[in-house]
């Protein structure tokens, strides 16, 4: 029985990943935490079942790209608008001014597609594989895929191209950055997207596991940001190891001590990390010291 | 341009705005808005308090909010307490969980306040949610016996309208007072710049835990008044998202304008009410509205509410001298102290040791700033430290001040000083100025000044006003006294530099250290700022000088300690030292062997 619960605090710890890696690549460009990362999940779902998938009737894999691309699209333009702005902004504003942006987009998901719960079916079924002693739902192995291939992806372009490092001089200085011939504004806008990616990418997997409502984006995003506080502030690395730690642990905890207190358990994590270790478990040396 | 009568006409159409529903007998459902929008003013209040004044995020208002209500609730239905003292125990017992917060905001900070603040909010609604026994579950608690004053009117809202007004208003009158004094001072200098703050004497760790204190006490009232006006505590209303709301109200405000908050607050529950037919939209709005407002119009309704509180918020401001016809009026405050100079015959070096640092070492990352360094600093000296960039210089005053820990001993006088929190160290009588000045921005030249002063607490006489005295007679000692209602972030380099010195100086403290005190000074003024040295060397300072300008240092030090890499390599008089080979090689890189098969090789200048 833990083996289960482990197995889907697995696949919960990726989608946590997902998220605490659109922070670390934000946070490394824009030196600004995203407290509306969990309302883009939330939008990108609506954008996802209610128009790609149930009014225009596209196959699975077609939605999904659209969708991502819808959210590539909409990142972008709001990071020209808003968050490319709150670079030279208090820590204190950035934050405020994130978390209004969070509400104006779950109210216009709220707006434009209504109060009610959308339901949705995994194209996949809801068949379970038996994994030596595990059973385990289709939909999880999906989402471990995924986010594995997606991991490995950006893995391999940070590693074998300067982009990595065109990021982190933007976060620095700017001004700096565009003297030495950085497409600055190019820069914050493609990394703003590709975050908008992940969360597209966390809203399409989480479809089928929670019904599609405005509400359901909001505590994933928290939980991503405080995986990404206990795998070491903006690391990406960290991102990944601390969304898998929490998600193992929420389910884990959860199975044996409380599951009335589930959601509790990320921030009492939280809390021990911050006071005992609050460089996280794998460090970046450019970390928010504040 | 304002009149003076414009003001008092504003306040009185005000007060008669606030009067006016209960005299067109407004019907009882917008009174009851009203109401809300009240004791909402009195939770964002906290909220200003701890996030616009202090600089605290906080995200978890509601939750304090809600601890509050169903505290008030509690003592009232379990412990059979009379409302008011209810209501007073609530506070307290909120107050006790802002004392932790501020315990909590020391080590957790930015971020990570923000999303601590959040969690614990959530954590509130699943208890409150969850533990039926105490709480009543997601009912909540029903039933609680409201307030009720028949003589004001028949239905409660009607009977709490002018109670609950006076309240919020005595709510935000003692907020007032407490902002302009020293309380708010300290608050408003940990906001702008907290490292300045502790260097000048600012107990950071005690200003935030007021700031939470506050922050939790007008929350606690807030809730209290809640549910004694409506009668009932559910989960439901104390979520994240009224938590939200309140900052909202405190952003409409304006951050750090406590009268824009109240307008602030009668804006967000008032308007929905007022614009039902657009119910669907409303939120969204406030959301953007947010971002617009930060990003276009930081001062929000704080504007309408800073004019009208007018002479409350800044106290009565005297007159202060026109400003000279030289752009900083350095000339006058040299000729002065030369001619002080003359009467006092400084005493360099009596023998006897202020300063003694010892072995002291400090790494950052892989790096050594300061590899046991040793030297001692005489009573009444100016020493210099000097050094090509990145030797350590600003580390080793850093040390000194208690901005940075570092492993060794410092000793002043005869006591150890390394490793003690900045703000003793400032009590102790050491004071600084930072490389690249740090006024507060926000706050005016005279508060800047007047933040560092730490009058003695003997009962006669004001505080405020020793320190106002002092901080004035310091700004004249500078020359920058006509900028003392000038805010600290609207001055040049050159004037702030003078403003900083003047808020080292207030306290006349025993050692002074300088990071740099002649960068951005016009060639013209740096000689005067010689001059001042020596004045205040004469007034019985000791002085420890970091300078690039050779010049400057061979003019005013009586000796020079040497610094590079993070080791010292030199300590002497002025002329000695720069003779020394170690400090040209230093500076100048190694002499270059004569080479003479190279024909267009020189031999290079000594130094």
Redesign the interface.
């Known amino acids: 029985m833990l083996g289960q619960v482990i197995v889907s605090g697995l696949a919960m710890g990726c989608i946590y990943a997902l998220i605490a890696l659109g922070y670390a690549y934000v946070w490394n460009t824009m030196a600004i935490v995203n407290f509306a990362a969990g309302e883009f999940l939330t939008f990108s779902a609506f954008v996802f079942v209610a128009t790609f998938t149930t009014s225009l009737q596209l196959p699975f894999w077609l939605a999904a790209v659209l969708t991502a691309a819808v959210m590539a699209v909409l990142g972008a333009v709001f990071s020209r608008l808003v968050f490319a702005r709150l670079q030279r902004q208090k820590a204190l504003v950035a934050i405020i001014a994130t978390v209004g942006f969070g509400i104006f987009l779950k109210e216009m998901a709220r707006i434009i597609y209504g109060p009610e719960p959308l339901l949705y079916t995994s194209p996949f079924g809801d068949g379970v594989v038996a994994l030596g002693g595990l059973r385990v739902p289709v939909q999880q192995i999906v989402i471990m895929a995924v986010v594995v291939a997606v991991m490995a992806l950006q893995y391999l372009v940070l590693r074998y191209t300067t982009i990595g490092k065109v990021m982190r001089a933007t976060a620095l200085d700017r001004e700096t950055a565009l003297l030495m011939g950085i497409p600055v504004n190019r820069v914050l806008a493609g990394t703003f997207a590709f975050s908008s990616v992940l969360a597209a990418l966390a809203g399409i997997l989480l479809a089928p596991l929670f019904y599609v409502t405005t509400e359901m984006g909001t505590l994933v995003g928290l939980k991503g940001f405080v995986a990404m506080i206990i795998g070491g502030f903006g690391s990406v690395p960290g991102a990944i190891l601390g969304g898998v730690l929490l998600g193992v642990a929420e389910n884990v905890g959860a199975f044996t001590i409380s599951s009335t207190y589930k959601d509790a358990i990320a921030f009492g994590l939280l809390l021990v990390f911050l006071l005992v270790r609050p460089q996280g478990l794998l460090p970046e040396r450019n970390a928010d010291r504040a | 341009m304002t009149q003076t009568w414009m003001r008092p006409a504003a306040w009185i159409a005000v007060l008669a705005a606030l009067a006016l529903p209960i005299a067109l007998d407004l019907n009882s459902y917008y009174l009851h808005v009203l109401n809300l929008a009240w004791i909402f003013a009195i939770a964002a209040l906290g909220l200003q308090v701890a ?1 616009g004044i202090t ?1 605290q ?1 906080v ?1 978890g208002q509601a939750a304090l909010v809600g601890f509050g209500a169903y505290a008030t609730a509690l003592f009232m239905m379990r412990l059979s307490l009379p409302w008011y003292l209810a209501l007073v125990a609530a506070m307290l017992l909120t107050a006790a969980v802002g004392v932790l917060l501020g315990a909590v905001s020391t ?6 306040l ?3 603040t ?3 909010n ?2 509130f609604r ?1 208890v409150a949610l ?1 533990e039926e026994w105490l709480t009543g579950g997601p009912m909540g608690m029903r039933d609680i016996p409201t307030l009720s004053i028949p003589a004001l009117g028949d239905t409660i809202d009607r009977q709490l309208y002018f109670p609950l007004l006076a309240l919020c208003f005595a709510a935000y009158a003692v907020t007032v007072f407490f902002h302009r004094a020293r309380t708010g001072r300290n608050m408003r200098a940990v906001r702008d710049d907290e490292i300045a703050a502790e260097a000048m004497g600012v107990d950071s760790r005690r200003v935030k835990t007021i700031a939470f204190v506050v922050c939790s006490a007008w929350a606690a009232l807030a809730g209290g008044l809640y549910v004694l006006l409506v009668g009932f505590a559910a989960p439901a209303n104390f979520t ?1 998202f009224e938590s ?1 709301k309140m ?2 109200m405190v ?1 409409l405000g304006g ?1 750090g304008s406590i009268a824009g908050t109240f307008l602030g607050a009668v804006v967000i529950t008032v308007l929905p009410e007022a614009l039902r037919g657009l119910q ?2 409303y ?2 709005a ?6 617009a407002i ?2 276009l119009a ?1 001062r929000g309704l704080g504007v309408v509410g800073d004019w009208l509180l007018g002479a409350f918020l800044t106290g009565k401001r005297e007159p202060v001298g026109e400003a000279p016809a030289a752009p900083l009026n350095l000339g006058a405050a040299a000729a002065a102290a030369a001619s002080a100079l003359r009467a006092h015959v400084p005493a360099p070096g009596a023998g006897e040791a202020l300063l003694r640092v010892r072995g002291v070492s400090r790494s950052f ?1 892989g790096v050594k700033a300061l590899n046991e360094v040793a030297f001692d600093l005489q009573r009444g000296e100016i020493l210099g430290l000097i050094g090509p960039n990145g030797s350590g210089k600003s580390t080793m005053i850093n040390a000194c001040s208690g901005t940075v820990g570092v492993e060794g001993s410092i000793q002043l006088g005869s006591d150890r000083i390394d490793n003690l929190a900045p703000w003793t160290i400032h009590a102790r009588g050491v004071s600084r100025i930072f490389q690249n000045v740090r006024l507060w921005e926000s706050m005016t030249v005279l508060e800047n000044v007047m933040v560092a002063h730490r009058a003695p607490r003997d009962p006669a006489g004001s505080r405020e006003a020793r320190s106002r005295a002092a901080a004035l007679e310091a700004l004249a000692s500078m020359g920058v006294a006509h900028l003392a209602h000038r805010r600290g972030g609207d001055l040049s380099f050159g004037q702030s530099r003078l403003v900083e010195m003047a808020r080292a100086i207030v306290n006349k403290p025993r050692l002074l250290l300088l990071d740099e005190p002649a960068a951005g000074l016009r060639g013209g003024l740096i000689l005067e700022l010689s001059q001042i040295l020596q004045h205040l060397r004469a007034q019985g300072m000791s002085i420890l000088v970091v300078e690039h300008r050779i010049k400057l240092v061979m003019n005013m030090c009586d000796r020079v300690v040497v610094l590079n890499l993070g080791d010292k390599i030199a300590d002497g008089r002025p002329a000695e030292v720069m003779d020394s080979p170690a400090v040209i090689e230093a500076y100048l890189g190694e002499r270059i062997p004569p080479e003479p098969a190279a024909p267009l090789a020189r031999e290079p200048a000594p130094a």
Do not use: S
Not at chain 2, 286 to 291: E, K, S, T, Y
């Open positions: 996030t600089g995020i995200l080590r957790i900070k930015g971020h990570y923000a999303i601590v959040l969690a614990l959530e954590i699943m969850n994240v939200i900052m909202l952003v951050l669907t939209y939120l969204a406030f959301g953007i509205g947010v971002v930060l990003l930081p990352g």
